[in-house]
């Protein structure tokens, strides 16, 4: 596994991280529980150290807690990443910046979560009903309060990020970005945090499982809604995926490695990204997620997927 430090703060952190929206079980489908944690053990085996979840990803914490019964034993191997912001109501997702609530919120999170601190904490997404002034200095006040570490921000434009860096002094940020969605890079948020030593903890690596190359097309529907998130797995995008997919898999395998690894290895070799964050509800994705870390794609290859990127995609 490498570790690189996470921008300007002290935390050394896995380039590998384990996201766990889908363990929520209301977005990527039904979850097993029991399979869950053992993918959150298998991740920790593997290396892993960078664990990000959110309050809003399932209901009632659903996610958190999960996370939280999987660590209680090995918290001092966990860099702990967690959001404030969206609410879960009624089955929607509403962001709300309230400082009343965002206290709440923190304390709630703690406690599913098992713990009385949280080592990285991002305002997970803007609200332009309450604004993010006072919900950064809000912050500030859970760092000196010593419940949180360091103080993040996630789906954060540029002007925002300025703001917050200056009001909240935060390390790091959380955009998407993979293969398939490198908005991130050009909208100048990226490079922003290139350009202020933050750090950068990416989701969407995989493109929602896309860019593993063993996905079947979802049936979108019911507790599977990745469709209405990732703009992938509808025409003419799906069939495009897989031509760039078949030409990951030639690269995969003249190394022995699996097209996720390849997916994976691209993420964490570009300029900027500090933890390519990967979901994974059963332990042998876990295992094969962090194995990522150690293939080192040439230049050459690199510049193979990314003229076929240009030729495929665009």
Known sequence: M???????????????????????????????????IKAIHASLDAGVNFVDTAAAYGEDGASEKLVGEAISDRRDKVILSTKCGVLRMYGEYIKCLSTTTMRRELEESLKRLKTDYIDLYHVHWPDYNFGIENALDLMVEFKKEGKIREIAVSNFSVDELKV?????????????????????????????????????????????????????????????????????????????????????????????????????????????????????????????????????????????IDEAYERIMK
């Open 164 to 304: 917050a860096v200056d009001r909240a002094g935060i390390v790091s940020l959380q955009p998407p970005f993979s293969m398939l969605n490198r908005a991130s890079v050009e909208n100048g948020i990226i490079p922003f945090a290139i350009e202020n030593n933050l750090g950068v903890t990416s989701y969407g690596s995989l493109g929602g499982g896309i860019l593993s190359g063993v996905m079947e097309k979802p049936e979108i529907g019911g507790k599977e809604l990745r469709g209405a998130f990732y703009p992938f797995y509808e025409e003419p995008m799906w069939s495009k995926c897989q031509e760039l997919i078949a030409v990951l898999r030639g690269i995969a395998d003249g190394k022995g490695v699996s097209v996720a690894e390849i997916s994976i290895a691209w993420s964490i070799a570009q300029p900027g990204i500090t933890v390519a964050l990967l979901g994974s509800t059963k332990p042998e994705q876990s295992i094969q997620n962090a194995k990522a870390a150690d293939v080192d794609l040439t230049e050459e290859e690199l510049k193979e």
């Open 2 to 36: 490498k570790y690189r430090k996470l921008g300007n703060s002290d935390l050394e952190v896995s380039a590998i991280g384990l996201g766990t929206w889908a363990m929520g079980a209301d977005f990527f489908g039904e979850k097993d529980a029991n399979d869950c």
